[in-house]
């Protein structure tokens, strides 16, 4: 088999350009003006177009019009615009079809995890992997957000993303420099065992302030490293000694020993709440000579030292929205809000919950 017959049997699988259909119109029409022994055959024109033959009379059959010549007699020709159309409108139709679209439990179900659960993607799915109308329809994650984003899934849209909507510019703000107390104890003196998440008891802090201008009411966050567990306090102002309150309280319902055991290390930023370490360690109880824990500073304006913390604010703030009224929530919605949290299907943890975990190492 010589080269060139093996670059024309190629050549034939191409499908045609609009501008090769320009082409093949003109030749349509150069065959009617000439004599019918000067007209070219179908094999000529799929030679000149180096395509098929079967190609030609497919394209002629799909951009087949008829015209009215001078005479008022119709005639049959050929639109390159028709049949371009036309092979356009047939490429949309490929492509598997909607995996859910004769599944109408499970696009309910996905619906009702995302818009009233306020799930991600992930999380709805990893919630319904047991579920018959899953099990009966499997899917991705990026196969949910193709068809958010398509709106094939009633009700849904990327305004209900977490990530995906719609996102208002931020606004620059003076940065306020705090000084540290140089005894206190950097996040690189913390333990190994907080570095590689390989021991329950090591916590990150961090508050979730209140709108400018609604109010010093805020929210305290703590969220333990290994297994992303997530504690919600709500504070009158963001100031030192609501934080020590705040700590104080868990330890007289704790009490002293099963706090140290279950709080070794806390790391916190900069913020000026958080300057009064010594506050922080110190037991409420007077007798108590050890500290209850020990308080580890990150370097200044490396939020990415407690990513844990920033991943955990993000989704609470599907609850608490930036510029809201801390102080307009109640002590249920806060417990609400962290119950959810608690239970909701993470992806670092391969589709587990905090609880799940937590329950698991007890």
Known sequence: MSQEHCIKKEAKWK????????????????NRRVRRSKR??????????????????????????????????????????????????????????????????????????????????????????????????PISVKTIYNYIEKGYILDVGVEHLRRKGKQKKRRRRMVVTVRRDCFSKSISKRPQEAEERSEYGHWEMDCIESGRGKGNACLLVLVERMTRLTKVFKLRSQTQIEVIRAINRIERKVGTRRFRAEFKSITVDNGSEFLNWRGIERSWYKWAKKPRTQVYFCHPYCAWERGTNEQTNGLLRIWFPKGSAITEFSLEEILTAQEWLNNYPRQVLNGLSANQLVTAFA
Request: proline share 2%.
């Open 40 to 137: 070219l055959t179908h094999l000529k024109m799929s030679e000149m177009l180096d395509c098929s033959l079967s190609t030609i009379k497919r394209e002629l059959k799909r951009g087949e019009v008829y015209l009215t010549a001078s005479d008022l007699s119709e005639y049959k020709s050929y639109s390159a615009k028709i049949a371009q159309d036309l092979a356009e409108e047939n490429g949309t139709a490929k492509g598997p079809k909607i995996k859910i679209g004769m599944n109408h439990a499970l696009a309910e179900k996905l619906r009702d995890l995302i818009v009233e659960n306020k799930y991600s993607p992930y999380a709805a799915r990893e919630r319904l992997r047991e579920d018959t109308d899953y099990l009966d329809t």
């Open 15 to 30: 499908h045609l350009t609009y501008e090769k259909r320009l082409i093949l119109e003109e030749l349509v029409k150069h």
